[in-house]
C-alpha cells in the first residue's frame, strides 16, 4: 500500500499528461468532424448522382473498415510507399495524423445521422418555406436546422460516447495518449514496472468524461424540449 | 379583367396524367371552391399555382402577367419562381407550422427575412421588425388568437394551429390564398372556426380558391364553384347552379353522397 501511495503523484502526473493529449484528439476530432458531416451529409443527398455515389462509396468504406487500420494507412503509407514521410516528427505528427484520421472517419459516421436528420423532417416543413418565399438555405437554416438537430442529438450522443473511449486506439500509431501513459507502467517507466493498477485509473478517467459528455448532451436534449 | 387565368394546365406523373387540360379563371374578391372526390387532381392544381410542382403545358396569369408558361424555358430561375409565389399563399391541410418558433414568430418569419432583403434594412431595423410585429399581431387577433400568439404550434390545438398558417399566409398580403382542404384534418368542432375565418375573409373580399369537402360552406361562401373529376373540370358555374342544378350525371353522383350529412354550423 505504501508503495503505491509512493507510486501514486507520479502515475497521476503521467496520466494527466495522456489524458490532455486524449482531450484534444476529442475536441480537435469533434470539431472537425460535426461540420465535415453535414457536408458529406449533403454530398450524399445531391441529386447530382456521380457526386452521391462517390460519396456513399467513400462512406462504405470508412465505416466499413476497422478505424485502427485507417491510422496505420494514413500515419504510415507517404512514408513506407513514396519514403517520404509528411507528417512531421515526434508526437505533432503523429497527432496530425491520427487528427486526420478521426475527423474522416466520424465525419463519415456523422453524415449518415444528419441524413436521417433532414430526411425526417416533414416535407411540409419545406414546402411551407417555399410558399412564404424562403430561398432553399433560409429554409435550411432558419425552419429545418433546429428541427433536424433536435432529432440528431440522442444518435450523436450515442457515437460521441464512442469517440471518447475510441480515442485509444491512436495508440496503435504510439500517440502518446491515456492509455500508453497508463501501461508505460507495467513496461516500466520513471522507476515504476510490472504495475497494473494504473491501467484501472485510466479506465476511471474514461468513465468520468463519458459521465461529464452524457450531462452536456443531456442538457441540450432537454433545451431542445420546448417544441415538438 | 380577371385577376387569375389558368390556361390548358396539364400535369402528369409518370404514366398517370392528374391534370388534362384545365382552363378556369377568377375575378379579383372572388372566392372560387373546387369540390370532387379524393384524386380528382384538387389538390395537384392548387400545387401547381404555387409552384410547388411544374404544369407540363399550359400558362398561368396573375393581373395579365405571364407568371407561367410551359413553353417558355426563362420561368425556371429559383430567385425568379420565388418572386412569383408571393403573388400567392397557400394554407395546407396539415398546417405545416414551424414547431420551434411562437404563433407570431410564425406569422413573422417569412416578412422578416423578406425585408433583409431591402436595401434600407440595416438602418431600420429596429422599426422595420416592430411594424411587421404589430402587423402580425393585428393578424392573430383578427383570427382570435390574441391570447395565443406565446404559444408553440404544440399547445394550440388543431384549429388554433390552421388559423395561425391563415395569419401566415395573409401576412404576405398575396393576391390570391389558397386553401388546399384546410379542415379535412380537423375534427368537426375545429372545423367551424376555420370556416368562420374563410368567411370573415370572403367578406373582406379576399381573393380566395378553396379545395374543399365542406359542401354547404361552398355553397353558402363561395362566388365560383369547380366540379373536379379525374382531372378534369367536368361543371363550373355559381354555386346555385352547381349544386341545386348541375348539369352533368357525375356531378349529381358526387353531390347525392353529401346531402343528408350533418354540416357544420358556422
Sequence with gaps: MDKIMEQMPIVINALNVGFIQTLKLFFVTLIGALPLGLIIAFGSMSRFRPLSWLTKIVVWIVRGTPLMIQLLIIYYFPGLVFGKTIWGSGEAGRFTAAAIGFIFNYACYFSEIYRGGIRGVPIGQEEAGLVLGMTKSQIFFRVKLLQMIKRIVPPVCNEVITLVKDTSLARIIALQEIIWAGQSFMKGSQGISGEIWPLFFTAFYYLIWNGVVTIVLGKLEKKLEYFR | ?266
Excluded: W
Aim: proline content about 3%; some cysteine; glycine content about 6%.
Design chain 2, 1 to 266: 379583367m380577371a385577376i387569375l387565368e389558368v390556361e390548358h394546365i396539364c400535369k402528369s406523373f409518370g404514366d398517370t396524367e392528374v391534370l388534362k387540360d384545365l382552363s378556369f379563371s377568377l375575378e379579383k374578391g372572388q372566392a372560387l371552391s373546387i369540390i370532387g372526390s379524393s384524386g380528382s387532381g384538387k389538390t395537384t392544381l392548387l400545387r401547381c399555382l404555387n409552384f410547388l410542382e411544374r404544369p407540363d403545358k399550359g400558362i398561368i396569369r396573375v393581373n395579365g402577367e405571364t407568371l407561367f408558361d410551359a413553353e417558355s424555358t426563362v420561368s425556371g430561375q429559383e430567385a425568379e419562381i420565388r418572386k412569383k409565389r408571393l403573388h400567392f399563399g397557400l394554407v395546407f391541410q396539415s398546417f405545416n407550422l414551424f414547431p420551434q418558433y411562437t404563433a407570431l414568430k410564425n406569422v413573422m418569419l417569412a416578412k422578416e427575412l423578406l425585408a433583409k432583403e431591402k436595401k434600407d434594412y440595416k438602418a431600420n431595423k429596429k422599426a422595420i421588425h416592430e411594424e411587421i410585429e404589430a402587423e402580425a399581431a393585428e393578424l392573430l387577433r383578427q383570427m382570435g388568437l390574441s391570447d395565443r400568439m406565446k404559444n408553440y404550434p404544440h399547445q394550440l390545438s388543431g384549429g388554433q394551429c390552421q388559423r395561425v398558417a391563415i395569419a401566415r399566409a395573409l401576412a404576405l398580403s398575396p393576391d390570391i390564398l389558397c386553401f388546399d382542404e384546410p379542415t379535412s384534418a380537423l375534427d368537426p368542432e375545429l372545423t367551424g372556426e376555420v370556416l368562420k375565418v374563410l368567411k370573415d375573409l370572403a367578406q373582406k373580399r379576399m381573393t380566395m380558391v378553396i379545395v374543399t369537402h365542406e359542401m354547404e360552406f361552398a355553397k353558402d361562401v363561395s362566388d365560383h364553384v369547380i366540379f373536379m373529376d379525374e382531372g378534369l373540370i367536368l361543371e363550373q358555374g355559381s354555386p346555385e347552379q352547381v349544386f341545386e342544378h348541375p348539369k352533368e350525371e357525375r356531378t349529381r353522383q358526387f353531390l347525392s353522397r353529401y346531402t343528408g350529412q350533418k354540416n357544420v354550423d358556422i
